[in-house]
Each structure stands twice: as C-alpha cells, then as structure tokens.
DNA sequence: CGGGGTCGTTGTTGTAAATCAATGTCGCCA
DNA sequence: TGGCGACATTGATTTACAACAACGACCCCG
C-alpha cells in the first residue's frame, strides 16, 4: 500500500535552502536556471525542501493541490486513475522536472514516488505571483509547458498508432536521453527504477506484453534485461524500431 | 490530394484587421480576450488574416514554420505522420484555438484545413516579441498551454486505457462542450465536420470500428446519426460510458 | 440523367494483445 | 535458513479490434 508522509529536511530554517541549491544538480534543468541572482534569491525563500520515501503520495487526483514542485533527486510518476481502477501514467518526473503545470483546471492527476525522492516545494499561489512578477521565469515556465506538451502529442502517437515493440523501444531509448540529459553523459545501460507494471501503464499496455516483449527484445539481441535496467546492444536497430 | 495554397483576404492594407477584429467571433476565446485596448492595437497591426479551403495545408511536420495563428472560422486538425503512413490526429483546431504552442521544437507536426477556415497569422519571431513585452499575453499564452497539456493527458488516458465505446462517447461529449462553449449554447446536435478516418485516427480506431461503433450507438439509441453530425438522444447513459 | 469518385457501412477472417493461470525469482525478515 | 510476499516470467486461451473485401449512398459535374 503507498503511504502518504513526506519527511522535511530542513534543520534550521530558510538558510539550509542556500545550502541545498547552491549544490543543486538538477538546476540548471529547472525552473530556477532561468533565474538571476537577485530573482533567485527571491525564490529561494519560497522554497520548502522535502523528502519523500519511495512509494510515499505526493498528491493526488481527488484532493486539489496547493504547491507545486521541482524534482531534485528521484523519480516521480504521474498518473491518472478511472474509476473501475484502470490506470495511464502520464509521465515520469525526472531530476529537473517540474510539476504543476497541467494542475491548473479540475483535471487532476496523482503523483507518487518511485524511488525515494527530494524535491523543491513552493506553494502554488505564491509561486505564482513570483511568476508574474518575473517574466523571465514566466517565460521559463511557457517554454516548458510547450514542451512537455510536445512531449503529449507524441505519446498521442505512440499510444493510439504503435505496436507493442515499438513502444518499448521508444520508451527505453527515450529514458537513455533523459538520463543523459541529466546525467551530462549517454551510457548504453538504462536504468528503469519503475516496475513492469509502471511501465505497461505508460505504454498502454499490460505487464505480461511488457514482459515478453523485452524478453523477446533480449532474445533478439537488442538489449540485455540488467537488474533494474536494461542494456541497449544494438542502439541502430532499436532506433529503427522506435522511429518506425 | 490535399493541396497547398491560402487565399489572402486583405484587400487595402492593415485597416481591415481592424475591422476584422471588432466583429470577430472568437475573440473573447483567443489570445486577443487577453488584451487591453493599446496592446490590443499593437497585436492587430502583426496578425495577417487568411482564408484557407478545405483540405488546404496550413503547415507541415517537414518544413520550419515561420507562423503561429488563431483560428477564426473552420476546422482544422493537427496530426503527426510517421514513416510508414500512420497517422495520429493530435487534435481539432475550432474557432478561438491557438495553433503555434507546441512547434517550438523540432517535434513538429502537420495542420490542414477539414473545412474552409478563417485564421488570423503571425509571424512567430514577432509574436514572441510581442509576447515578451507583453507579460499579460504571455500569462495568457502559458494558461494555454497549461490547459492544452491537461487535455493532452485526458487524450494519454483515452488512447491508453479506453476502449472504442468509451473513446467515441468522449469524444462526442467533448466535441459537443467546446461547441457550445464558442456558440453560448449547448445543442444535442453535435456537429462533425471531420470525416470517419479522421475520427478514427484521432482515437487510436480504424475507420470500420468508428463506423460499427457509432452505429451500434444508434441501434441502442444513445445517439441518432444524422448528416455531418450526431443527435444525442440518452446523454445520461452517454456520459456514464464517457466517464466509466 | 448518368457515371465516377469519395465516403460510409457491413460481413468475414485474422491477429496482436488481453486475460487467465501457473510457475519462477529475489529480497527481506522471522 | 526457510518461508512469505512482491514482482517477473511463461504458457494457454480468448477477444477486441484490425485487415481485407464488397457493397451502398451521396454528390458533383459533365
């Protein structure tokens, strides 16, 4: 059963918040990299650093929600659930990633950590004043909301027009350059901390397909299945695969 | 074949945006509702209105697009082509929607026109220079978007975790919401400019299973098919499949 | 008014993936 | 160390939808 809790990690007030994003890996990703000196600052003091531990609630679809987050550590999954308990990922948040662009209306979605998680709390109103006060940062934040909505359409495709295989083959090599996004180098091994489960949900599919067609992807010598990862072998083939 | 070619409307210069703009339907829907009088003077003196007829291509997945544009008038619909011929239609342009969004990227995609439509155009260059200056319709833009990605990932949940009843009442429901949201009024007719294989690709459905589908609807009188459109006749039991 | 083109419907067959059902593997804790 | 529980794999069977095929309705234009 996912639990709800987060832990908070700040020991004595808003200074630690220097600390933590002075040393931040994920900033330059984030919203925060768009930001000058002074406006960052400014920033800093609406942030409330938490700790999530793995499979802990960071919010979800029924309750409306008050802050909005930046993944600093970790991976997060969004999704959304019907009523009979299907459900679609919509995506994973990454280190760099922010969330809270799509909560805006009543179309709400859950939000639960994968792996144990830090991320960078603001509350939603304040943030957003900050925004209008900082069109850099507003421009920031449109700049990633037309992406990650680039990002939707073609999930649109791979979800209404492609066949199992070549879902797979387009997630595991778009993780691969998520990673070395954020990592700042590409490495050949993939590491999936979500479970076949997650990933059948994101794909559209269900775990046994997601199963055996991995399986059949090693047997054919286009990956390797690794703990927790899988190992790209044949990088040209499972391109072609993916952009079929 | 879908041919190239928009009929250009303005007839002496920029007075007629003018004119255009003081009648024009969907303003309050658009972009434009955003603005203040002044700024809204400045954003008329870019927009370049244009007549499209149907089946004419506004932009393609392949070439750079140097526009962005509101729609006026029509229909139109954005899709994603790949390789082989598949097709997923990523949406419905109807009057007030602003197309450009999402192109930022290289992950383009295609617009042509289902019926004869009216768009105001704009250089992208100089609507992003507008919009910087603009913190307001910048405001505007990112609402946009943000609501854009909330239905994209109605559409993940749709394409994903759906099946054909339940894509087509939502579809249905969803096309009958935004109608009445740009007339006033909501009507049980549900007008369907686009064709069967444009249903059918915008849901993740071949053409045979919209066909079966909307008819088996009829016979179980949820809905009544009528030419270039639908009759809701149990919306109840309809939005019940929608939501299931 | 007639014929061709586009679009939609309907019937039949095929298949990828879902579903149902064991079984296997690993890690954790008693 | 042994057993429980979560997760993954593998096999057998079913099924929703795709694919193929043929036909029908409508429209436009000659």
Redesign the pocket.
């Known amino acids: 059963?996912v639990h709800l809790g987060a832990i908070d990690t700040r020991t004595h007030g808003a200074c630690d918040c220097g600390d933590l994003c002075r040393g931040c890996e994920a900033r330059a990703l984030s919203v925060c990299g768009s930001l000058e000196d002074e406006a960052f600052t400014g920033l800093q003091k609406l942030n409330h650093p938490l700790n999530f531990p793995a499979?802990s609630v960071l919010f979800n679809q029924e309750t409306p929600v008050r802050h909005v987050f930046t993944v600093v550590h970790g991976v997060v999954r969004l999704y959304k659930l019907l009523p009979d308990g299907r459900r679609q990922i919509v995506g994973f948040a990454l280190p760099g990633d922010f969330l809270g662009l799509a909560l805006a209306d009543g179309y709400g979605f859950c939000a639960d950590a994968v792996t144990p998680v830090t991320v960078c709390r603001f509350s939603r109103d304040h943030f957003g004043d900050y925004a209008d006060d900082h069109p850099q940062m507003l421009r920031r934040l449109h700049d990633m909301a037309t992406h990650e909505l680039a990002l939707a359409q073609q999930q649109m495709v791979l979800l209404g027009r492609?066949?199992?295989?070549?879902?797979l083959a387009s997630f595991l090599l778009g993780l691969q350059k998520r990673w070395a996004r954020i990592s700042g180098r590409t490495s050949v091994t993939i590491d999936?901390p979500?479970?076949?489960?997650?990933?059948?949900d994101f794909l559209?599919?269900?775990?046994?397909?997601?199963?055996?067609?991995?399986?059949?992807m090693?047997?054919d010598k286009l990956i390797v299945?690794v703990?927790?990862g899988v190992r790209v072998m044949d990088a040209a083939r499972l391109e072609a695969i993916a952009s079929a």
């Open positions: 059963m499979r492609r066949d199992a295989e070549e879902k999936l979500m479970g076949r489960q997650d990933i059948a559209g599919l269900t775990i046994e397909t997601v199963s055996r067609t991995l399986n059949r090693a047997r299945i703990p927790d």
